[in-house]
């Protein structure tokens, strides 16, 4: 599988990596957190070339993480404002500089640190669960099928072929619904062909 078609993959990780996993990307989106929202900031903070900046400003739209806001008419100059979908990358990004302090931090310590001001302390992630408040920790945690990867495995049994185990799931049910997907399609066309 060809990076491009990593979205393609039945895994809401490689979906969203799709979106931000270009290494500009989640620094734009840092930037915008921060304020800034003209293309001409984001290029002079970030020392991107304007090419690659313009390529990744116009992802970002087109995923919807990023929209853009006219505020100049002659010429016209855009601004790019996050979107709901772009603010739900802010639990993303404060886990990210989280780990990136505990794992990476030199001797100066943390660059950033995060002040909670309902209660004006300094903070940090701590990922909960939803129903008891407890705190996630990776062995405690397990997963379950959705629908999609129900159905593929499903099919497997079915059909007599192996259960792809957990790590290869991913790209065994997205190839099998990609050949799925035009198969439909290859019928479609011929049912067409016989009813002109």
Same mark, same amino acid.
């Given at each position: ?7 393609? @993959? ?13 290494? !500009?990307? $989640?620094? /734009?989106? %840092? ?11 984001? @290029?002079?903070? /970030? =020392?991107?070339? %304007? *090419? %690659? $900046? ?8 087109? #995923? ?7 505020? %100049? ?8 404002r996050l979107t709901r979908k772009g603010l739900g990358?802010?639990?993303? $990004?404060? +886990?990210? +500089?989280?780990? =990136?302090? @505990? !794992? /990476?931090?030199? &001797?100066? =310590? @943390?660059?950033?640190?995060?002040? *909670? +001001? ?7 992630p701590v990922l909960t669960c939803r129903e008891c408040?407890?705190? /996630? ?7 379950? *099928? =959705?629908?999609? $990867?129900?159905?593929?495995? &499903?099919?497997?049994?079915k059909t007599g072929i192996g259960v792809p185990d &957990? #790590? ?26 016989? +009813?002109?």
């Amino acid at each position: 599988m060809k990076w491009d078609d990593v979205d393609q @993959q039945v895994c809401s990780v490689a979906r969203a990596l799709a979106i931000v996993g270009e290494r !500009w990307t $989640l620094l /734009l989106v %840092r930037d915008a957190f921060k304020g800034t929202r003209r293309f001409d900031d984001f @290029q002079r903070n /970030l =020392g991107v070339s %304007r *090419h %690659r $900046l313009a390529e990744r400003l116009k992802a970002l739209v087109e #995923a919807g993480v990023f929209t853009k806001v006219p505020y %100049r008419e002659r010429p016209v100059r855009y601004e790019y404002r996050l979107t709901r979908k772009g603010l739900g990358l802010y639990p993303v $990004l404060v +886990s990210l +500089s989280h780990w =990136g302090d @505990q !794992w /990476l931090a030199d &001797d100066a =310590g @943390q660059p950033l640190i995060y002040w *909670h +001001s309902r209660c004006g302390k300094p903070t940090e992630p701590v990922l909960t669960c939803r129903e008891c408040g407890d705190p /996630l920790r990776p062995e405690e945690v397990s997963t379950r *099928h =959705g629908q999609v $990867l129900a159905d593929y495995i &499903d099919h497997c049994l079915k059909t007599g072929i192996g259960v792809p185990d &957990d #790590a290869a799931l991913p790209l065994a049910a997205a190839e099998f619904n990609r050949g799925y997907t035009q198969s439909d399609k290859g019928l479609a066309a011929t049912e067409k062909e016989f +009813s002109t």
